[in-house]
């Protein structure tokens, strides 16, 4: 299992490999390898670069472990600090212990988990989920002439609101 040693003061990856060097069949280097190399060659952008492979790294294994939307914020002093929705930061805070653990037994090497509550317009424009409410499927044709044939047949009187309500907004 691969150790991800995260280093205490900056959040830095210890890692020494640097990434291939290819150069097109024109001898040139390809404007997207051009840019990578020049992470690479500057010491400032190579450690930014390190910086954001490893919190997008994290935050790829969060998105493993919960289905809801949540964004790695940084890495401070081996402590994740991780931005979701207000509800969902107090959920979370609930489980850390686990998260962390989790975390721990996939080779990271963190010390704590901070969840901050994500500002209230930022969470208005989701749902918390992934898949917000706008993006998901619309329920199909059929299923919605079948809930159409459906409704005279249904007598309780709030089940019926409910279908009519679910067949306004389809």
């Known amino acids: 299992m691969p150790s991800h040693n995260v280093d205490a003061v900056d959040g830095e990856v210890q890692s020494r490999e640097r990434p291939e060097r290819r150069l097109e069949p024109s ?40 289905t809801f939307r949540l964004k790695v914020a940084a890495l401070r002093e081996k402590v994740l600090v991780v931005v979701a ?7 979370l805070r609930q489980q850390a212990p686990s998260i962390l653990a989790h975390l721990r037994s996939r080779g990271w090497a963190l010390e704590g988990l901070r969840f901050k509550a994500r500002p209230q317009s930022e969470a208005a424009e989701t749902s918390g989920r992934i898949h ?21 047949e249904v007598h309780d009187p709030g089940l019926k609101a409910s279908l009519r309500s679910l067949l306004r907004r389809a």
């Open 85 to 91: 929705g207000g509800a969902l930061a107090a959920r």
């Open 132 to 152: 917000p409410r706008s993006q998901r499927e619309a329920i199909p044709a059929e299923a919605r002439a079948c809930l159409r044939r459906l409704l005279p």
């Open 27 to 66: 001898g040139r280097r390809s404007v997207p390898r051009a840019a990578l190399a020049c992470l690479v060659d500057d010491p400032k952008a190579s450690l930014l670069h390190r910086k954001a492979q490893v919190l997008l790294q994290l935050e790829h294994e969060l998105q493993q472990i919960c």
